[in-house]
């Protein structure tokens, strides 16, 4: 197998031990691109475009819909909105993730979230809750109530802790599904956890994994080059066009395992068959590839470079 090793303990993703003067540059950067955020509600109605692919990759390939579904999420990260729209929309889901979310902001949570994620994620999380956290579920509950229905904050379906430790009962889950964590969970947990996934799926159930596939233009996870930006070639930047690939003078405020597309491929194939990869957007960075800059990537084929979010629908190999 040609996979890179990886024999890291999961440990929270969502701070690194960079410089200090890198991490608050970093942070900054996705404060303001956060804040351009809230005049759109263009992330939020993500959530509800990804709902939608789930109920169309699964009819395409099980017969059945979202409603009355049991469904698993893998990391649902800071803000469970995708979880949240799901189980509004008649979906039986639980999710885990490493970190404590904050979804009340109690004193009792937030000295949780201290305790397990450490005074970095607390802060960012706090702030992030009273600034963008509590208009964006506005935002999504209006938008579901537009589609009939009603959301409801659920924390019985957040649990904590490494996916790849869980017990979940065998054939029971419909689906499983996971946006931009992949990446982030060491190569030798991976194969634990793919291993385990597919002995939850029922035989008619599918994963969803979509992980950001490193050497694409946004894989090397740093702010300036994250997805809503990229287009945008008035930006200032420190970095270059595939820096991570190129010149690797800057590291992102979290971990990668830094697989690629090909890597992916290989880490599935024991137990699942790959129905289908859908790359959500092929062109981005397409205008970044000069001659100059295509030349010294040579050795990366082109469904690298233009992968970034690559969804992987999976069916569990029948033993
Ligand atoms: C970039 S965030 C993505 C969050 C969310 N899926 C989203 O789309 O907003 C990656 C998340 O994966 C979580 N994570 C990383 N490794 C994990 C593991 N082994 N088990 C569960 N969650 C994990 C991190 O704690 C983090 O919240």
């Known amino acids: 197998m040609n996979l890179p090793g990886g024999g890291r303990a999961p440990q929270p993703t969502s701070a690194a031990p960079i410089p200090i003067h890198e991490k608050l540059s970093e942070l900054w950067s996705i404060f303001r691109m956060r804040l351009a955020d809230l005049s759109r509600p263009a992330s939020v109605e993500g959530v509800l475009a990804d709902a939608d692919e789930y109920e169309a990759a699964l009819r395409q390939y099980s017969g059945r819909g979202l409603a009355g579904a049991t469904a698993f999420e893998i990391g649902f990260g800071a803000r469970p909105l995708r979880l949240f729209a799901l189980a509004a929309s008649g979906v039986d889901v639980t999710g885990s993730d490493l970190d404590v979310p904050l979804i009340r902001c109690s004193p009792r949570e937030f000295a949780a979230m201290l305790r ?3 005074l970095e994620r607390a802060i960012k999380s706090a702030l992030r809750f009273a ?23 659920e924390t019985r379906r ?11 009962p065998e054939q029971s889950l419909d689906f499983i599904y996971s946006e931009d964590v992949f990446e982030h969970i060491p190569v030798d947990a ?31 996870h740093l702010a300036e080059w994250f997805p809503q930006v990229v287009n945008d070639r008035s930006r200032r930047r420190r970095s270059q066009p595939w820096e991570h690939l190129r010149h690797h003078r800057f590291r992102p405020n979290t971990y990668l395992n830094e697989l690629s597309r090909a890597s992916y491929r290989e880490l599935f194939a024991p137990n699942f068959e790959i129905l289908e990869e859908r790359v959500k957007d092929p062109e981005l960075g397409r ?13 990366w084929p082109h469904e690298e470079l233009f992968s970034n979010q690559t969804l992987f629908i999976l069916r569990p190999r029948q033993a």
């Not at 957040?158 to 869980?166: K, M, R, S, Y």
């Open 116 to 118: 397990r994620n450490g």
């Open 190 to 220: 991976l194969r634990v956890l793919t291993a385990k996934m597919a002995g939850w799926l029922k035989p008619s159930g599918l994963a969803l994994i979509r992980p950001n596939i490193f050497p694409g233009i946004v894989g090397g």
């Open 287 to 299: 205008e970044y590839l000069t001659l100059e800059v295509a030349e010294e990537l040579k050795q």
């Open 131 to 153: 600034i963008f956290d509590v208009k964006e579920r506005r935002e999504l509950k209006k938008l579901l109530r537009a589609r009939g229905r009603e959301m409801k904050i």
């Open 158 to 168: 957040l649990i904590v802790g490494d996916a790849a430790e869980l017990s979940i």
